[in-house]
């Protein structure tokens, strides 16, 4: 099964005016490789500047997290409705840190599918703490998460949502994950879904590897079968970007 290659660059809180539209003009005029799909992220407050910025065909723009309210009074929150009315088609929902301030599972199923059903696209973000691998809790955390994904979300919805494995331990480390145990975990994710879901959705859908990639280590792993992409922190705010980005040629 051939699913397209796909690299997301979450800036997290980082960046200025200024060198968002540099990092957007050195990935305008990079060499991209055609077949990967790119989706930028940085933070809601440069979101129109970016917008505005991309010219690459195959770059598209991403909020860091969403509303699952559909407006009104909640002070400091983004709506899905906001984000395609400036031009976002994308978000980025349940990432670790995210979770870290208190969102639960359910909350961030919740976010998920009130952004497929408002337009946009999902990467969707699981994975597990050091303490859980350690205690051989992997699998069973990531399970447990993508259960409550698939209480909210069904059919086609599917189809809008990419999903992120980043192992706690390896964000903003330098620990990135080896090839094995990054393969091991996105088999077992693909495997979840071929069980509880289905056998095309187990075959058409994204899983992101995210956590200190970086250029010299993404090509092993881009190898690996279960592994269609990365999503990149640190990393991203670099020139290596477009490296990653072509990491799967
Ligand atoms: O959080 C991450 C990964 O961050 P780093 O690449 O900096 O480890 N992606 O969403």
């Known amino acids: 099964m051939a699913r397209k290659f796909f690299v997301g660059g979450n800036f997290k809180m980082n960046g200025t005016k200024e060198s968002i539209k540099s990092i957007i003009k050195n990935l305008n005029e990079a060499k991209l490789d055609p077949n990967v799909e790119v989706v930028i992220a940085p933070s809601h407050i440069f979101l129109p500047i970016a917008v505005d910025a991309v010219t690459a065909s ?4 991403a909020a860091q997290n969403v509303s699952n309210k559909p407006n009104g009074a909640h002070t400091g929150e983004v ?3 906001q984000l395609k009315d400036i031009g976002v088609n994308w978000t980025i ?7 870290a301030a208190g969102e639960s599972d359910e909350e961030v199923a919740l976010k998920t599918k009130a952004a497929i059903d408002g337009g946009l696209s999902v990467i969707w973000c699981c994975g597990e703490s050091l303490e859980e691998r350690e205690a051989g809790k992997t699998v ?15 059919g086609d919805d599917w189809k809008k949502i990419v999903i992120a494995y980043e192992p706690i331990w390896a964000i903003g480390t330098g620990k990135v994950a080896t090839t094995e145990q990054a393969q ?3 088999a077992a994710i693909r495997k979840w879904l071929r069980t509880n879901v289905s056998d095309s959705v187990a075959d058409e859908t994204r899983i992101l590897y995210g956590g200190s990639v970086t250029a010299k280590n993404c090509k092993d792993l881009a190898k690996q079968e279960d592994i269609d992409g990365f999503l990149v922190g640190g990393a991203s705010l670099k020139p290596e970007f477009v490296d990653i980005i072509n990491s799967n040629q």
Not at 58 to 61: E, L
Not at 144 to 154: H, I, P, W
């Open 79 to 81: 709506s899905v409705s």
């Open 93 to 99: 929902t349940g990432h670790s840190e995210r979770r």
């Open 184 to 186: 091991e975990v996105h």
């Open 140 to 154: 069973e955390v990531v399970e447990k998460q993508l259960a409550a994904l698939a209480e909210k979300v069904s």
């Open 58 to 61: 195959n770059v598209a723009v």
